[in-house]
C-alpha cells in the first residue's frame, strides 16, 4: 500500500514539474516576442521620426513596380526617373527583369526596333502583365496613345484566341487576306457568341469602321496593299479604343509605325508624355481588369 502511494505521489509531482517547465518555456518565448516587436517598432518610429532614406527608397521602389515603359529612345528618360518609372529596352531580357520588378503594366512604344517581338515574347513567357502601346517619336514632346495591345506570331486560332477578352456580343473586326485562318478564326470567335467581321484589305476595314466600333480589332500588319501599320493607328482611334491584337510583318514595323506618326496626329490628338505617364500611374489605371482569355 505505502509503496502504490510513494509511486503515485512521484507520478505527480512528475507532472507538476514537466507543466512547470513548459510555462517556463512558453514565458520565454513571449520575452523574445515582445522583445523582438517591441524592436521593430522602434525601427518604424525612426523611419517615421527622421524621413529615413530607406524608408522613401522603399516607397518610390514600390511606385516603380506598377508600371514600365518599353522603348529604346531616351526621350522618357526624365520624366522616367523622376516618376521612379524603369525605362526597359525590348529584348530577349526583357520578360524576366518585368517578372523581378513586379511590374503590372507597360506602355510599349511601337515604333521602337523589336517592341512588336517583345509583347509576344511576354505572352509565349505566359506574363500576364497588361500592355498598353503608343507611338513616340525620339525627341518629341508628344505622344499618340493607343490604348490596350497584344502582339501574336500569327493568325493561327491557338496564337490569337489566348490573347481574346472573352464575352458574348463583343463586336470584332479582323483585317487580313490570310482566308483560311481568317475564316478559321471567325468560326472559333464566332461560338464563343461574338459578332466578326472581316476584311480583306485596308479600304474595306475603313469602311467597315465608318458602320461600327470595335471592341477587338486584329489586324494583319502583312495587309495588302500597304501593311496595317496605318489601320491600326485609325482603329486605335476610335472611341473607346478597342483591344489591338497585331499579327507582325515581314518588313520592319517599328519603321512602319514610325512612318505613321503624322497621320496618327491627324486622326488622334497627341498626349504629352508627362501626361501619359501621370495618368497610368492613377489608382484607376490599376483598377482595370483584363476578363480571362478565351481558349
Same mark, same amino acid.
Given at each position: *500500500?505505502?509503496?502504490?502511494?510513494?509511486? #503515485?505521489?512521484r507520478?505527480?509531482? &512528475?507532472? +507538476?514539474?514537466?507543466?512547470?517547465?513548459?510555462?517556463?518555456?512558453?514565458?520565454?518565448?513571449?520575452?523574445?516576442?515582445? %522583445?523582438?516587436?517591441?524592436?521593430?517598432?522602434?525601427?518604424? $518610429?525612426?523611419?517615421?521620426?527622421?524621413?529615413? @532614406?530607406?524608408?522613401?527608397?522603399?516607397? %518610390?521602389?514600390?511606385?516603380?513596380r506598377?508600371?514600365?515603359?518599353?522603348?529604346?529612345? &531616351?526621350?522618357?528618360?526624365?520624366?522616367? #526617373?523622376?516618376?521612379?518609372?524603369?525605362? !526597359?529596352?525590348p529584348?530577349?531580357?526583357?520578360?524576366? #527583369?518585368?517578372?523581378? %520588378?513586379?511590374?503590372? =503594366?507597360?506602355? +510599349?512604344?511601337?515604333?521602337?526596333?523589336?517592341?512588336?517581338?517583345?509583347?509576344?515574347?511576354l505572352?509565349a513567357?505566359?506574363?500576364?502583365?497588361?500592355?498598353?502601346?503608343?507611338?513616340?517619336?525620339p525627341?518629341?514632346?508628344?505622344?499618340?496613345?493607343?490604348?490596350?495591345?497584344?502582339?501574336?506570331?500569327?493568325?493561327?486560332?491557338? &496564337?490569337?484566341?489566348?490573347?481574346v477578352?472573352?464575352?458574348?456580343?463583343?463586336?470584332?473586326? *479582323?483585317?487580313?487576306?490570310?482566308? =483560311?485562318?481568317?475564316?478559321?478564326?471567325r468560326?472559333?470567335?464566332? $461560338?464563343?457568341?461574338?459578332?466578326?467581321?472581316?476584311?480583306? =484589305?485596308?479600304?474595306?476595314?475603313?469602311?467597315?469602321?465608318?458602320?461600327l @466600333?470595335?471592341?477587338?480589332?486584329?489586324?494583319?500588319?502583312?495587309?495588302?496593299?500597304?501593311?496595317?501599320?496605318? %489601320?491600326?493607328?485609325?482603329?486605335?482611334?476610335?472611341?473607346?479604343?478597342? !483591344?489591338l491584337?497585331?499579327?507582325?510583318?515581314? $518588313?520592319?514595323?517599328a519603321?512602319?509605325?514610325? &512612318?505613321?506618326?503624322? =497621320?496618327?496626329?491627324?486622326?488622334r490628338?497627341?498626349?504629352?508624355?508627362?501626361?501619359?505617364?501621370?495618368?497610368?500611374?492613377?489608382?484607376?489605371?490599376?483598377?482595370?481588369?483584363s476578363?480571362?482569355?478565351?481558349?
Amino acid at each position: *500500500m505505502d509503496f502504490r502511494i510513494r509511486e #503515485r505521489g512521484r507520478a505527480e509531482l &512528475d507532472a +507538476v514539474w514537466g507543466a512547470l517547465a513548459s510555462a517556463q518555456s512558453m514565458l520565454l518565448a513571449a520575452e523574445e516576442e515582445t %522583445l523582438r516587436m517591441r524592436g521593430e517598432l522602434e525601427r518604424l $518610429r525612426r523611419g517615421a521620426d527622421h524621413g529615413s @532614406v530607406a524608408a522613401r527608397s522603399c516607397l %518610390l521602389e514600390g511606385a516603380a513596380r506598377r508600371l514600365a515603359i518599353i522603348d529604346t529612345s &531616351d526621350g522618357w528618360e526624365t520624366l522616367a #526617373r523622376t516618376r521612379a518609372v524603369p525605362l !526597359l529596352e525590348p529584348d530577349a531580357g526583357l520578360p524576366g #527583369r518585368l517578372a523581378a %520588378l513586379a511590374v503590372t =503594366d507597360v506602355l +510599349v512604344n511601337l515604333a521602337s526596333r523589336g517592341a512588336l517581338d517583345a509583347v509576344a515574347e511576354l505572352r509565349a513567357t505566359g506574363s500576364k502583365v497588361r500592355v498598353r502601346g503608343c507611338l513616340a517619336p525620339p525627341d518629341g514632346p508628344d505622344v499618340v496613345a493607343l490604348g490596350r495591345i497584344e502582339a501574336v506570331r500569327g493568325l493561327e486560332p491557338d &496564337d490569337v484566341l489566348p490573347v481574346v477578352d472573352r464575352g458574348r456580343g463583343r463586336r470584332v473586326l *479582323m483585317a487580313g487576306d490570310d482566308g =483560311d485562318r481568317l475564316i478559321a478564326l471567325r468560326t472559333r470567335l464566332a $461560338r464563343a457568341g461574338m459578332s466578326v467581321s472581316i476584311a480583306w =484589305d485596308a479600304k474595306q476595314a475603313e469602311g467597315l469602321l465608318a458602320m461600327l @466600333v470595335p471592341q477587338l480589332a486584329i489586324i494583319d500588319l502583312a495587309l495588302p496593299p500597304r501593311g496595317g501599320h496605318g %489601320l491600326a493607328v485609325r482603329v486605335a482611334a476610335q472611341e473607346p479604343a478597342p !483591344l489591338l491584337i497585331l499579327t507582325r510583318s515581314s $518588313r520592319d514595323d517599328a519603321g512602319a509605325f514610325a &512612318d505613321t506618326f503624322g =497621320d496618327a496626329l491627324r486622326v488622334r490628338p497627341g498626349t504629352p508624355r508627362a501626361v501619359l505617364l501621370d495618368q497610368l500611374l492613377r489608382p484607376a489605371a490599376d483598377a482595370e481588369v483584363s476578363q480571362p482569355s478565351l481558349r
